[in-house]
């Protein structure tokens, strides 16, 4: 069974400018979650989505979005990019809720931001 | 807002040496507590789970261990070897609507 796949997993970027990252779930999971981890903050949620909705929100700002489509597949995008938002993106997915149990996630992408 | 502590942040063991770490949370109404193990460059992995009906549970060389009423967790690592050295996050789970991670412990386990 294949895993979590994100895509790309490195990018760089400047400030300003704006990216979107993608992310495969493990197939038969409906919820897909995207954390930011950084060194000084750790890993921290952004949102989850289940069922082509957004179910929960992270305290980042509105520059975060993302979106889930039928197939479950999901996207993330952050506009006007700032140095701080150099990172790498996790996402995860699950069989149902992220708060009822396992969370398997992929290897991430690393955005740097210059 | 909830709050999740972890600690030790950094842990230092001989190969062989047992390993503790722990997790406290604030939210009573947590019913599910996970431990994740991240290698480098890659992403977090489940190692062990514990929901609120159980105390402990353990697996091979791993457990977890729950004292709900003094909120807290603790993962244990006995016989430790060289591949356990890894990042180390716990990530209680309540009725929340955001997920909250530990800042995680950084295991170095040296032969």
């Known amino acids: 069974k294949a895993g979590v796949t994100q895509t790309p997993r490195y990018l760089i970027k400047t400030r300003g400018q704006q990216v979107t990252l993608s992310c495969s779930p493990i197939s038969g999971h409906r919820s897909v979650s995207w954390y930011q981890q950084t060194p000084g903050q750790g890993l921290q949620f952004l949102f989850e989505?289940?069922?082509?909705?957004?179910?929960n929100k992270g305290n980042f700002p509105g520059r975060f979005s993302g979106r889930q489509f039928s197939n479950s597949r999901s996207e993330m995008n952050v506009s006007t990019l700032e140095l701080g938002d150099s990172a790498l993106y996790l996402c995860a997915s699950s069989l149902e809720r992220v708060n009822t149990g396992e969370l398997f996630f992929g290897e991430g992408s690393r955005l740097t931001v210059l | 807002g909830e709050n999740v502590e972890q600690h030790p942040s950094t842990l230092s063991v001989q190969e062989g040496d047992s390993a503790v770490i722990k997790c406290t949370y604030s939210d009573s109404a947590s019913n599910y507590f996970p431990w994740y193990k991240q290698e480098l460059g890659k992403g977090p992995q489940l190692i062990i789970d514990i929901r609120s009906n159980v105390g402990e549970k353990k697996d091979q060389r791993i457990a977890v261990t729950l004292n709900k009423t003094a909120k807290h967790f603790s993962l244990h690592i006995t016989e430790t070897q060289p591949e356990d050295s890894a990042v180390y996050f716990c990530a209680p789970r309540g009725t929340g609507t955001a997920l909250i991670f530990g800042k995680g412990t950084t295991l170095s386990v040296s032969s």
């Open positions: 989505y289940f069922s082509e909705t957004q179910r």
